[in-house]
Every structure is written in structure tokens, then in C-alpha cells.
């Protein structure tokens, strides 16, 4: 299998041309330990150099039109397709995941969101024509135009150098904007593979900029972008926004989650638990929608639990460099695993009993073993505090009203999901679950449903992605009234006169005071 640079590159050229004095961040396997590259930490001056070099590009991109820029993002989605090995194998070195976790989930999302943005963008972004009620613009022309933003900024996560970095970018692009991209500094390798794509793709120079580097490296970012999407923790989300208020940046923010798995008593229990050790163990668990809590009505409890442990104790675990060799990879974010450890130490402390894994594995690699907690409640912080890796909770309830209580019960609202062989009893309950996205017998697949939204409620966001709204977020709205044929003066302009204005109430209260009773 094809793989990355396996040793450190000490060059303080940015592969974007800046040229930068500060230090390099070692970029580490999290499944080996070994260091297989350094990047640039950009400082404000490097930042402030990226932003005008891409306000620079932006209107020659913008002028390409929806067809001009479709055409390139789909050359991005075959190029990807073609060198799928080459781009899985940068993401599984640099984040220790499995091969399928990489090729089926990363790989798979960015080349359908190619394919859609450049479909759907003109259909978004298209002139709309406005009717008003009001009779003081009848006969005059309403429209809504979409204009791209100019300059957008994107700080991605650690979990998912693809679909949750560069992904918030493909619609960014499609609209007509420059991106600066600002990778996590633990996974920063994926997104300059993707900036030699789109240079090989036909992108302008200077569209599509990865500005590598640590937090400082992302609060610049955020004073010269015309929008921001974060995509982190709730606590870094906080500071984000605070941040760009000083400068009065729209922010777009997908931050924490702890999401609920409500399992009935007349659920498939097969299914039920196939998924929940898939949903919350796939990628190592460090999903923002995964099932980190699971509610199980009393009656059939024990015999999902048995199933669940069964399932659980077969994965596989360890390093991944071919398709098969792995279920369960690496803990990508080196602090994680002792976030994780500390957890399950707190639960086992207040009364939880583990019935499968439980353990860290340190060494050559970072690992935490596929793990079923029982005999939890929210005393505990496995069940109220995101975990963030393979860790699968299981507390008894005597009843679907008190899953649905103990589900609301968290300041977090990312996504659910509910369980059940009634489709409209599982509808039911999933509109009184306080969630961005609830699933009924599925989890995490809305994720994949472009034609939907996807955000948060809560403490788990602002704003969302996908959809309608997930393209407008990164486009100004103006509002065209267009007046063709009209007398000299209107009836409400000066002067005013008693008689008029008389006039013009009796018209007022006609038309607004019959108001149903």
C-alpha cells in the first residue's frame, strides 16, 4: 500500500510558498507512535499573506459561474475516486483509523458532497423571485440574490481530516469563494493533499489555501475571514465566537455531543445491537454523532446487553494499512486517551461494572479497548460528559418516558436515535428528543443525506450544514426591488395631509383589522 513520507520534513517552506521562521509541528501515527512528517505553525502574518492572496483570487473565481466552478469539483470527484489509495493512505497515517473507516466513511462522503454541491449550488443560490402582501410594493419586481461572502475560513477537527475539515469547503467553493482551510494540528497532512488536487483539478491558484498551525494559527484566521466554520469543542466553540465578535464574523459551529440510544422492548434486539456497537465504536469512537449513552427498557436489558458484550469482545483492534485488518483504530488526539481512561475510572468508582475491555494500551501506539459499561447513571461522566472514544454505556430504564427524560437531560443536542418495531411510535418519541437529528432504527446515516441539515441544538451548536442552508451560510442575501412603471409621487410621500393619511388608516385597519376571533 502506498503511504505518506515516513520521516520528518524540517522545511520551513509552507507548500503554499509562505515562508515562515516559526516552528514545525511533528505530525505523529497514532497507531506506530513514529513521527511521519513536520508542518509549519503559521503565525498572524502568514495568516494575514493567505487572506490576501485569496481575496485576490476570488472574483476570477466567482466569474467562472456555477458550471465553471461544477466542472472543476467534479474533476475533484473523480481525481479522488482515482487516487483513492494515495488519500486513504495519508488519512490512516495520520489519524491511525482503520482502512474502511477512511475509504467507506471519509472518502466515500467527500466524493458524493463533490458530486452534489456541483449539482445543486445553481438550484440554492438561484435568483428568487418574492411576492408581498403589502400593497405598497404591488406591481414592483422582489428578488432575492445569493453573493458569495468572498473570503471563508474553516477550522476542522482532528477525527475527520476529510469530512469534517475539507467537507465544510467543497459548498464554501461551489458558492464562489476563496477558503482558507486551517487543519487540526494533529491531522493536517490530508488537507494539502487536497490542495494539490484542485491545482491539478484546474482550481485558480489561491482558491483553496491550507493554513497549517496550532490554536493561535486559528484565532488569526478568524479576525480576516468574512465567515467562519468551527467544527470542535463546545469549550473551543465558546471561544471561537467570542473571538469573532470583536470583529463581527458570522460563525457556523459544530461543537459537542452525547447522543442517546433509546432501545424499546419491542425493538429487533439483533439489529438494535449491531448498531450500537458499530454507531458508537466506529472510529474509534471519536465521532461527534456516535452513541455515547445507551437507554434500554427493563424488560429486555439484560439479553441486548449479552448480545452487545458478544459483539464487542469479537472486534479487532490495532493498526490498519489494508482493508480487513481492523475494526477498531487509534486514539487520534494523545490527551484523549487519558480523558477516556478517566471516565471509565469515575464510572467503575460510582458503582459501574465493565463487561467487555475497559483498559488503555499505551506503547507503540495509542489505543483504548472497545468498552460496555453497565449498572451507569448520570451521576457518572460517561453519561453525561462527551467521552469521545470507544466507550458504550448501557443504563436500565423502566420506561420510553424515562429514556426520553434521562435522553434531554444533557446540555447537548447534536443527534439520537430510537429503537423500536413501531415506525410511528419510534416518530413520535423522536420529536420529543431535544436533537438536531433524531433516527428511528438507524444512526449517523442522516449525516450522510446532503439534502438535509445537519446541526445541533443547544450547547451542540450554531447553524447548520447540508441543505438549502448549509450553501447560504457562506453567501451575503440581497434584496432587488425593482419599481418599471409608476406615477410621480406615490400616495404616502410629502407632504402629508389629514385627508390622506385618513385615507390610508381606513385602508390599513381593512385590510389588517378583520383578523379572525
Not at 500500500?1 to 515516513?6: F, G, N, Q, R, W
Not at 453567501?475 to 389629514?498: E, G, N
Request: hydrophobic letters at 40%; proline letters at 6%; one cysteine or more.
Amino acid at each position: 500500500m502506498p503511504t505518506i513520507d515516513e520521516g520528518p520534513r524540517p522545511d520551513h517552506r509552507h507548500p503554499q510558498g509562505i515562508t515562515t521562521d516559526y516552528r514545525e509541528i511533528p505530525v505523529e501515527n497514532p497507531a506506530t507512535g513514529e513521527v511521519i512528517r513536520t508542518v509549519p505553525n503559521l503565525g498572524a502574518d502568514e495568516v494575514a499573506e493567505l487572506a490576501r492572496n485569496g481575496r485576490a483570487a476570488q472574483p476570477g473565481w466567482a466569474a467562472l459561474g456555477f458550471d465553471g466552478r461544477a466542472r472543476v469539483l467534479r474533476r475533484c470527484q473523480k481525481w479522488i475516486l482515482d487516487h483513492r489509495v494515495e488519500v486513504a493512505a495519508t488519512v490512516v497515517a495520520e489519524t491511525g483509523k482503520t482502512w474502511e473507516d477512511a475509504v467507506v466513511t471519509e472518502l466515500g462522503y467527500t466524493a458524493g458532497a463533490f458530486g452534489y454541491w456541483a449539482k445543486h449550488a445553481p438550484g440554492y443560490l438561484a435568483d428568487e423571485r418574492v411576492r408581498s402582501s403589502n400593497p405598497f410594493v404591488l406591481g414592483k419586481r422582489l428578488v432575492v440574490r445569493y453573493k458569495p461572502l468572498g473570503l471563508v475560513g474553516v477550522i476542522g477537527p482532528w477525527n475527520f481530516p476529510l469530512i469534517n475539515s475539507f467537507g465544510d469547503c467543497i459548498p464554501a467553493l461551489a458558492a464562489g469563494n476563496s477558503v482558507i482551510l486551517k487543519p487540526s494540528e494533529i491531522t493536517p497532512l490530508t488537507s494539502l493533499v487536497m490542495a494539490d488536487m484542485l491545482r491539478k483539478c484546474g482550481a485558480p491558484e489561491h482558491v483553496y489555501q491550507v493554513a497549517t498551525g496550532d490554536g493561535e494559527t486559528g484565532a488569526a484566521l478568524t479576525d480576516v475571514v468574512d465567515y467562519l466554520m468551527f467544527t470542535g469543542s463546545t469549550a473551543t466553540g465558546r471561544k471561537v465566537m467570542a473571538r469573532a465578535a470583536q470583529t463581527l464574523t458570522a460563525v457556523g459551529l459544530e461543537l459537542g455531543g452525547k447522543d442517546p440510544m433509546i432501545v424499546l422492548r419491542d425493538a429487533d434486539l439483533d439489529r438494535a445491537a449491531n448498531a450500537a456497537t458499530y454507531y458508537a465504536l466506529n472510529n474509534a469512537g471519536q465521532v461527534c454523532i456516535s452513541i455515547e449513552r445507551v437507554y434500554v427498557e427493563a424488560p429486555v436489558h439484560d439479553a441486548f446487553v449479552a448480545k452487545v458484550a458478544e459483539r464487542v469482545g469479537r472486534l479487532r483492534q490495532g493498526r490498519s494499512t489494508r482493508p480487513g485488518e481492523a475494526d477498531v483504530g487509534a486514539i487520534i488526539f494523545p490527551p484523549q486517551l487519558d480523558l477516556i481512561e478517566e471516565h471509565v475510572r469515575d464510572a467503575v468508582a460510582k458503582g459501574a461494572r465493565v463487561v467487555a475491555g475497559g483498559h488503555a494500551r499505551r506503547g507503540r501506539g495509542r489505543y483504548f479497548e472497545p468498552t460496555v459499561l453497565v449498572d451507569v447513571d448520570h451521576s457518572m461522566k460517561v453519561m453525561t460528559e462527551e467521552t469521545f472514544g470507544p466507550t458504550l454505556p448501557i443504563m436500565k430504564v423502566a420506561d420510553a418516558d424515562q429514556a426520553v427524560r434521562l435522553a434531554n437531560d444533557s446540555p447537548y443536542g447534536l443527534s439520537a436515535s430510537v429503537w423500536t418495531r413501531d415506525a410511528a411510535r419510534g416518530e413520535a418519541l423522536a420529536r420529543r428528543i431535544e436533537a438536531g437529528a433524531v433516527c428511528v432504527n438507524d444512526a449517523q446515516l442522516n449525516y450522510f443525506a446532503l439534502e438535509v441539515p445537519m446541526g445541533g441544538w443547544k450547547a451542540s451548536g450554531l447553524g447548520s450544514r447540508h441543505a438549502a442552508g448549509g450553501i447560504r451560510k457562506y453567501c451575503a442575501q440581497q434584496t432587488i426591488l425593482t419599481t418599471r412603471l409608476a406615477p410621480k409621487k406615490d400616495v404616502h410621500m410629502f407632504p402629508y395631509r389629514p385627508r390622506v393619511t385618513g385615507l390610508l388608516v381606513r385602508g390599513i385597519r381593512l385590510l389588517y383589522g378583520r383578523g379572525r376571533r
